[in-house]
């Protein structure tokens, strides 16, 4: 059964998250503030997280920077209508994903459960190991080295490489990675993918600004350089 853990200060939006996703088969746990969605989220691995970012005591940007010191788990924020400035921050910090408020219910419900079909069909794929060069992937635990030096990618980060890296030299639109990486039709803009490469340059290149990994395409997209 996968565990969701919901954070938001608004009990009634929590109520009604939590009663339809159990309806869909999920178990579902709840905090009200940012310290208890740490503390929680310090003693359970959860499928997803689904993290509110207006929260008493921390906000969600403090949790979400705070889990992403000790896990990987998938975080998908839940921000102001029109708040794009959220939007790019809550992926800065490590954020897998985002939803606007207000927001329908069956879009949370997919989002959640695209994130659980990516996961699961990561792992049933797996072939085990990948190395190009310095880089080496470990699929079955979801594990990236540079130079035999782990880095830590977020959930969405580690989906997007091992995409590239399956497919090397092959050109994907913006578009393309929201929808294949996302796992749905997106409703955003393409510069979740912009925030998600830049993140992932800073952390398997050495020079970001010179990538020898994941490459841009101009005017076209991002590829894996074989």
């Not at 921390?58 to 788990?73: P, T, Y």
């Not at 079909?117 to 880089?135: H, Q, T």
Request: proline share 4%; net charge negative; glycine share 6%.
């Amino acid at each position: 059964m996968s565990k969701v853990l919901v954070v938001d200060d608004e009990k009634l939006i929590v109520k009604g998250i939590k009663f339809s996703l159990e309806q869909d088969g999920m178990d579902v746990e709840c905090a009200y503030d940012g310290e208890e969605a740490l503390a929680m989220a310090q003693k359970t691995e959860y499928d997803v997280v689904l993290l509110d970012i207006m929260l008493p005591k921390m906000d969600g940007f403090e949790v979400c920077k705070a889990i992403r010191e000790f896990s990987n788990m998938p975080i998908i924020m839940l921000t102001a209508k029109g708040g794009d400035m959220d939007k790019i921050l809550g992926l800065e910090y490590g954020a897998d994903d985002y939803i606007t408020k207000p927001f329908n219910i069956l879009e949370v419900k997919a989002r959640i459960k695209a994130m659980f079909r990516r996961s699961k069909r990561a792992v049933a794929e797996a072939p085990g190991e990948i190395v190009k060069n310095e880089l080496r992937m470990d699929l079955d635990a979801r594990r990236v080295f540079i130079q035999d030096k782990e880095v830590n990618l977020t959930a969405k980060e580690f989906d997007l490489l091992e995409l590239l890296v399956n497919n090397p030299n092959k050109v994907y639109s913006r578009e393309q990675l929201l929808s294949i990486v996302w796992g749905y039709e997106y409703p955003g803009d393409v510069r979740t993918v912009d925030v998600h490469v830049r993140r992932l340059r800073e952390k398997i290149e050495d020079n970001p600004k010179e990538p020898k990994y994941v490459n841009t395409k101009w005017g076209v997209g991002y590829y894996f350089k074989a």
